[in-house]
C-alpha cells in the first residue's frame, strides 16, 4: 500500500469525524461506515451502529473499486435501494472524498434501516383507519408469521429504536405483547420471532418466561 500523503491522512482523519457525528445523530437506524480507497484490501476503516454485520478491515466493495479504477466515476450517489445480508432493506447514499489531485482516497457511506420507518407506517395506519360500522377487531392476524414481524416493528417504533436495537428489558415487554395477543402459538413463532431481532431461540425463550 503506498504511504499517504499528509493531506490524505487528514481528510480521511476528518471524514471519520462526520462519520462519528452522523452515527450520532442518527443513531439507532443508520449504520455510517468509512472507506478508505487507499487501501483496497482493507477498506473499511470505521464502522459505526454497525447494523450490517461487516468488520473493521473487510474489503472495498464493487462502488469503491469502481471509484479507484475511475476518478470521473460519480460522487455523489444517493437514496439507491440496498439490503443487509440478512434481507433487511436499506436505503444507501455513497459520498466519494476526493484529494487535491482529483482522485478518490475514501467514501462516507450511509446505509439507513427502514424496518423502523416500516414501522411507524404500520403504526400510522392502524392510528388513522376507521370503518364506519365495522366492530372493532385485533388488526393482526396470528396466523402469519408476517402479523407477528409487522407487531414488533411497531412495538419497536413506539420505542423509536429497531428490532435489533431492543434492550432485554424492552424485549421482555414485547414478549408479553405478543403472548397477550395469542401470537406466540403461532407454528414456529419463537423462530420468527428470534429472526427478526437477532437473538438466538434460546433467547427468545428466557425473555417469554
Do not use: W
Not at 6 to 24: F, R, T
Not at 51 to 71: F, H, K, N, Y
Not at 198 to 204: D, E, I, K, L, Q
Request: glycine letters at 6%; hydrophobic letters at 40%; proline letters at 5%.
Amino acid at each position: 500500500m503506498p504511504k499517504k500523503t499528509p493531506e490524505q491522512d487528514l481528510l480521511l482523519g476528518q471524514v471519520k469525524q462526520v462519520a462519528e457525528g452522523l452515527a450520532q445523530t442518527f443513531a439507532p437506524f443508520t449504520e455510517v461506515v468509512v472507506h478508505d480507497l487507499l487501501d483496497p484490501g482493507h477498506a473499511v476503516l470505521a464502522i459505526h451502529n454497525n447494523l450490517s454485520g461487516r468488520e473493521v478491515g473487510q474489503p472495498a466493495t464493487e462502488l469503491g473499486l469502481a471509484r479507484i479504477m475511475d476518478p470521473t466515476y460519480e460522487q455523489v450517489i444517493a437514496n439507491y435501494p440496498n439490503q443487509f445480508s440478512d434481507g433487511r432493506q436499506v436505503k444507501s447514499t455513497s459520498i466519494g472524498i476526493k484529494d487535491s489531485k482529483g482522485d478518490y482516497i475514501a467514501a462516507l457511506c450511509i446505509n439507513v434501516d427502514l424496518t423502523l420507518f416500516h414501522g411507524f407506517q404500520n403504526a400510522l395506519s392502524r392510528f388513522t383507519a376507521v370503518e364506519g360500522g365495522t366492530p372493532a377487531r385485533e388488526s393482526l392476524d396470528p396466523a402469519s408469521a408476517d402479523r407477528i414481524r409487522a407487531r414488533i416493528d411497531v412495538f419497536a417504533a413506539r420505542l423509536a429504536s429497531t428490532p435489533r436495537s431492543l434492550k432485554p428489558e424492552d424485549r421482555r415487554s414485547l414478549l408479553k405483547e405478543l403472548k397477550a395477543a395469542g401470537l406466540l402459538e403461532v407454528r414456529r413463532a419463537m423462530d420468527t420471532i428470534a429472526a427478526h431481532l437477532g437473538v438466538s431461540r434460546a433467547t427468545v425463550y428466557n425473555d417469554a418466561k
